[in-house]
């Protein structure tokens, strides 16, 4: 059985969990850190190279002023998320809002705080100027519809909600540059948690082929094309990790064959990626409560969808580690569970695990990106805490776990509490 990485040992959790208590997601912080350097060491021939995190996939204060320190900007779609980056100081052409369907109010947000703003649709031009002015820069999203697969996960193009057709691209650029706008970029993201290089390296084609034509069509320059998210991580073992190295060079490539002339080459290749920059960093830690022998094998754990979502949503594999028992025989099999009333609340389905026993510590892997934010409350589960595993070794805890208070606050007991007290009055049954 092929194993992965774990970046703590066993009797460091367990000092954690005595600390703590389970369930908690935990971030490696040297981890995230080196592979932010990796990659902007992989892009450094890009004269303006910038990722922006996708914050929705790991939306904590922490992580994006951690990435905002390693260079990265923040992409954005909601008016959470901008306010988020608000308040830890990322602000202007440090965002990317790269939002669908969205409401007047987050665009007046986000041109407040000067961000880059990305639209889904020809007809939010008009919108964003009606309810939010006129941004002196402009990105549209391009959905090239049948003319690339996209993937499995995000579905073919065609059948995408997001993004302009190529024919409302040239229409959206040219009105947006009679209405005055200044400086423009291009956008795309048409796969989801990719692992094939060359999906990159011909998103990157499209694009410049596409701001050669409207070039030529508007006499428009690009400052950047935004490739979007969507590079893939190794959930499986066996799974080979994208390659940084290998997908710039394959871009280098593309970006050199540009129809155009030197001057109106885009200076800035933008990436908006999530899962690969925080995904493999994570894990989410767990007590196995229960040992259940039915029809088939169960082990109950203290963690169930509310804190990780992507088995049950959409049968994703996320590796399993019983702490201590890396190197037993994998001859069990087990469906490990959940505590929701719903059948689907499964993190593994028939998987080979070691003998686990009720209070084993399970860790699930890659759970840094999409993980702790999908999570939901159905059935009144809480969310957890989310811990950073410093650089220097030590643990900081930067989300606390959700309380019973938190999970009532948008309820109100009042008309309730007074019957419970005038009940309190005639009832002998308790005594003080
Ligand atoms: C979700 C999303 C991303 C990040 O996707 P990853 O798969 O986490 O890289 C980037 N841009 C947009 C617009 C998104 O919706």
């Known amino acids: 059985m092929r194993q992965k990485a774990l970046p703590f040992t066993k009797s460091q959790i367990e000092t954690i969990v005595k ?3 389970t369930p908690f997601h935990i971030y490696d912080e040297r981890g995230i850190r080196e592979n932010a350097r990796r990659l902007k060491a992989a892009f450094s021939w890009v004269e303006d190279f910038r990722e922006y995190f996708a914050v929705k996939a790991t939306p904590n204060p922490h992580i994006v002023a951690m990435l905002h320190e390693e260079g990265f900007g923040a992409d954005c779609s909601s008016l ?39 639209l889904d649709d020809i007809s939010h031009l008009p919108f964003l100027i009606k309810h939010a002015g006129l941004p002196e ?11 690339r697969f996209g993937n499995s996960i995000i579905g073919k193009p065609r059948e995408a909600k997001y993004g302009l057709t190529r024919p409302q691209l040239t229409e959206a650029y040219r009105s947006a540059k009679e209405l005055g706008v200044k400086r423009f970029g291009l956008h795309t993201m048409i796969a989801s948690n990719e692992l094939d290089p060359t999906h990159f390296v011909e998103t990157a ?18 400052e950047f094309v935004n490739l979007g998210g969507g590079v893939g991580i190794p959930y499986k073992p066996g799974d080979k990790s994208i390659d940084y190295e290998g997908i ?9 064959c ?20 925080t995904g493999p960093y994570g894990f989410l830690v767990s007590t ?18 509310a804190h990780l979502m992507r088995p049950g949503m959409y049968g994703a594999y996320h590796h399993i580690t019983v702490l201590g028992k890396e190197d037993w025989p994998h001859d069990h099999t087990y469906d490990v569970t959940g505590s929701l009333c719903e059948n689907n609340d499964k993190f593994a389905i028939d998987r080979p695990l070691p003998e686990i026993e009720v209070g084993d510590i399970v860790v699930i892997h890659d759970t840094g ?9 159905y059935n009144g589960r809480l969310r957890c805490a989310e811990l950073l595993l410093k650089a220097d070794g030590t643990v900081k805890m930067i989300r606390r776990a959700e309380s019973l208070d938190d999970y009532f606050a948008t309820l109100d007991f009042s008309e309730f509490e007074s019957s419970r007290e005038a009940n309190c009055a005639t009832c002998k049954r308790c005594v003080g």
């Open 258 to 277: 540009m129809p155009v002339p030197d001057s109106v080459r885009p200076r800035g290749i933008y990436f908006e990626m999530g899962r690969a920059i």
């Open 369 to 377: 990106a999409h993980g702790h934010s999908m999570g939901f409350n």
């Open 205 to 222: 084609r499209m694009l410049f082929g596409v701001a050669a034509e409207l070039y030529n069509e508007l006499g428009i320059k690009f």
């Open 248 to 256: 710039s060079a394959g871009i280098r490539e593309e970006y050199n």
């Open 288 to 305: 196995v409560l229960h040992k259940k022998e039915t029809y088939k094998d169960y082990v109950g754990l203290d963690a169930c969808m």
């Open 137 to 147: 820069m402009l990105c549209f999203r391009y959905n090239p519809g049948d003319a």
């Open 80 to 118: 959470a998320e901008l306010v988020l980056c608000e308040r830890v100081g990322v602000t202007g052409h440090d965002i990317m809002f790269t939002s669908n369907d969205t409401p007047a109010e987050e665009y007046r947000k986000a041109m407040e705080l000067g961000a880059i703003i990305n």
């Open 19 to 21: 600390q703590f208590g």
